[in-house]
């Protein structure tokens, strides 16, 4: 009998759905310290549906997009557990609004670090979502916007490839 997508899982069931051992997702717990597990009497785990969403964000990180934990901690830190839930389940929209958020909020830095002329310092930061995505700073495009070596054109291609990848593994992932 299949359980229904709002149930507990346990530890072994969420092993095996993002086929892993038992043994990682515990010291997963012990890095990031958004992986809170409801725990029961005897210690055992049980994770809520969303816990499961953000397993999947952070091993779609560490396996697939090959981030270290402490490169994943850092996304964590800046740009929330939505983001890593989002990336697990594959899900477009969420990951579009988080990158707009991250985009109005890395303008608005820009703006608050430019000199008098108008000019962006070349030591501003970038937020890491958008260097994920492919939106890193560089040389101007050919339309004269500042921001990224692709035109905004091969960009918004580039993003929209990245999803249908996400959403295939996503697919793929429930089929297992």
Known sequence: MEKSEDAFRTISEVAELLDLPQHVLRFWETRFAQIKP?????????????????????????????FTIKGVQKLLRENGVQFAVALGNGDRALLEEITKRQSQSAEAEQ???????GDILVGASEPRLRRLLGLGRGATT???EAGSLLSKDNRALLQEALFDLLECKRLLDQTR
């Open 142 to 144: 050919e339309g004269g």
């Open 111 to 117: 703006a608050a670090e430019a000199d008098p002329d």
């Open 38 to 66: 409801m725990k029961r009497g005897g210690g055992r785990r049980y994770y809520r549906p969303a816990d499961v969403d953000l397993l999947k964000g952070i091993r779609h990180l560490l396996y697939d997009q090959g």
